[in-house]
C-alpha cells in the first residue's frame, strides 16, 4: 500500500472561517510533508515534519497551522485566509535514512476561499 | 541554493514515438532525483527515483538516467501513448539532505495524440 489519503478534495471557505486539511498515511512513514501548488506552477515545499516533529517552515504565514498528531496524521488548520490562498494543497510522505526515499504524494485538497 | 530546470515546457508528439524528457540541476551534491507525473487536477504520481549512486533506473517503457558530473537527468519514455499525456516534474532534494524539501522543475507538458 502506497497510498496518501487526502481529506476533503474540495473544500470553499470565507475568509473569516476556521477549517481544518487532513492528511493519512500507514506506510510507516516517519517524514510527512505540506506542499502548495497553484495553477501552473510546480509544488512548494510549506512543512515538514520528521518524527512527527515541526523540522521545516518554509517562512508559512501563521494562518497556516500544522499539526501532526501521531505518526500517520497530519493536519493542516486554516484560518483568516486570503483569497490568494486558493490551491491546491498536497501531502506527501516518505521514509527517513537512506538515499533511496521515495516520496509518495497524496491526491489533494483543492481550496477555495472567498 | 538547487535550481532545477526542464525542457522542453511542452511537448507534442504522435502515438508510438520515442521521446525523451529532460531535467538539469545545478547542485551536483544531489541524493536521488525523482520523477513524477501529474494529471490535470490531481496529486502527483511517483515514477521513478534514482538514487546518487545509480545511473539508471527502469518501469516498464520508462527509464531515467542520471549524470551527476553533467547536472542533467533525463526521462525517456519508449512507444509512447495517449494515456501518458500528463505533466512530467523533476524534482531533488535541496540542502544536501536525502528527504525533505523537494527543488521541482517547471514540468513539461507531454501531449501523446492518436
Known amino acids: 500500500d502506497t497510498e496518501v489519503t487526502q481529506t476533503p478534495k474540495h473544500l470553499v471557505m470565507g475568509m473569516t472561517n476556521k477549517k481544518s486539511l487532513k492528511c493519512e498515511q500507514h506506510?510507516?512513514?516517519?517524514?510527512m510533508y505540506w506542499y502548495k501548488q497553484k495553477a501552473k506552477k510546480p509544488p512548494e515545499l510549506m512543512f515538514v515534519?520528521?518524527?512527527?516533529?515541526?523540522?521545516i517552515n518554509e517562512s508559512v504565514p501563521s494562518r497556516f497551522s500544522p499539526e501532526c498528531p501521531n505518526s500517520s496524521l497530519l493536519n493542516l488548520h486554516l484560518h483568516a485566509l486570503q483569497p490568494e490562498d486558493s490551491a491546491l494543497y498536497l501531502c506527501?510522505?516518505?521514509?527517513?535514512?537512506?538515499?533511496?526515499?521515495?516520496?509518495?504524494f497524496g491526491e489533494g485538497s483543492w481550496l477555495t476561499v472567498v | 541554493k538547487q535550481e532545477v530546470t526542464q525542457i522542453p515546457a511542452a511537448l507534442s508528439v504522435p502515438e508510438g514515438e520515442n521521446l525523451v524528457l529532460n531535467c538539469s540541476f545545478t547542485?551536483?551534491?544531489?541524493?536521488?532525483l525523482q520523477w513524477f507525473r501529474q494529471d490535470p487536477g490531481k496529486g502527483l504520481t511517483s515514477l521513478l527515483l534514482?538514487?546518487?549512486?545509480?545511473r539508471e533506473q527502469t518501469s516498464g517503457r520508462l527509464n531515467a538516467s542520471l549524470d551527476k558530473s553533467s547536472g542533467r537527468s533525463t526521462l525517456y519514455i519508449a512507444a509512447s501513448q495517449p494515456g501518458d499525456s500528463a505533466t512530467y516534474l523533476c524534482?531533488?532534494?535541496?540542502?544536501?539532505?536525502?528527504?525533505?524539501?523537494?527543488?521541482f522543475g517547471q514540468g513539461t507538458i507531454l501531449t501523446v495524440h492518436p
Open positions: 506527501a510522505s516518505s521514509q527517513i535514512g537512506f538515499s533511496g526515499n521515495t516520496i509518495y
Open positions: 506506510m510507516g512513514h516517519r517524514a
Open positions: 515534519y520528521s518524527y512527527e516533529k515541526l523540522s
Open positions: 547542485d551536483s551534491a544531489i541524493y536521488n
Open positions: 534514482i538514487q546518487s549512486s545509480q
Open positions: 524534482a531533488g532534494p535541496a540542502g544536501g539532505t536525502s528527504y525533505g524539501k523537494l527543488t
